[in-house]
Nanobody, 121 residues
Framework: QVHLVESGGGLVQPGGSLRLSCAAS????????MGWYRRAPGKERELVAE???????YYADSVKGRFTISGDNAKDTVSLQMNSLKPEDTAVYYC???????????????WGQGTQVTVSS
């Protein structure tokens, strides 16, 4: 079994900061990539940021310059530092990872349960 667990969501005022963390655990042979999606009310799910390789990252245009994604390969974790938060950042944030499980031939996408981020005064 492979599990992803997120933490760090909450309520913050506009201009404030939050740091989200995600840890992958279970029968993992390797983690190929990890990232964060979000789903805001009335909107489609969007990819916010992703680590695809060492020093190779992706950011949505809406968060560039404000969010920073980082990972720790030894711990199979990924974090999202969110600064200068705006009300439009309000969403449920989901950790995702492409993982090759032990004894598996192919890798699969896994998802965390989601953590609520609310930006409001």
């Amino acid at each position: 079994q492979v599990h992803l667990v997120e933490s760090g969501g909450g309520l913050v005022q506009p201009g404030g900061s939050l740091r989200l963390s995600c840890a992958a655990s279970g029968s993992i042979f390797s983690v190929e990539r990890m990232g964060w999606y979000r789903r805001a009310p009335g909107k489609e799910r969007e990819l916010v940021a992703e680590i695809r390789d060492i020093d190779r990252t992706y950011y949505a245009d809406s968060v560039k310059g404000r969010f920073t994604i980082s990972g720790d390969n030894a711990k199979d974790t990924v974090s999202l530092q969110m600064n200068s938060l705006k009300p439009e950042d309000t969403a449920v944030y989901y950790c995702t990872a492409r993982i090759l499980p032990i004894s598996a031939v192919s890798s699969y996408d896994y998802w965390g349960q989601g953590t609520q981020v609310t930006v409001s005064s």
